[in-house]
Structures are given as structure tokens and as C-alpha cells.
């Protein structure tokens, strides 16, 4: 998979987005400690995963709503 970086979610805009880490985690199917490695922007296959599952969000923080 080709980087593209305007696929790039800010991790703390993505927790702030769906409430908390815990939300983000049922989201994923993972733990929340999985979610705490990320660095600044989540790992692109998640950034697709969320715009499949949930464009209206993934717009949202692409768009700057939850900086």
C-alpha cells in the first residue's frame, strides 16, 4: 500500500471524536493500550477502516472539526 498522506487522522482528533480511547478501541477491536502507541496519527490502514465505517466522522476530523 502507497502512503498517502491525506489519508493522515490525528490520533487525539480521532479520541476526541468517538468520546474516548475506550470507544476508539471497541471501534477498532482492540485494546486501549493498543491505541495509547499510536503516535500522532493513526496507522493508515485504521484511517481507512474509519472512512469506510464511518465517513461522517472521518470527514469531520479531515475537515479540522475536532482539532
Avoid at 476508539?24 to 490502514?45: H, M, T
Wanted: proline share 4%; with cysteine.
Amino acid at each position: 500500500m502507497l502512503y498517502n498522506r491525506s489519508m493522515e487522522i490525528n490520533t487525539k482528533a480521532l479520541i476526541k471524536a468517538l468520546g474516548g480511547a475506550v470507544p476508539v478501541a471497541k471501534f477498532y477491536g482492540c485494546d486501549r493500550q493498543a491505541i495509547y502507541q499510536w503516535k500522532e496519527n493513526i496507522p493508515l490502514v485504521r484511517a481507512y477502516e474509519l472512512r469506510d465505517r464511518r465517513p461522517d466522522i472521518y470527514d469531520d476530523i479531515q475537515h479540522g472539526k475536532y482539532e
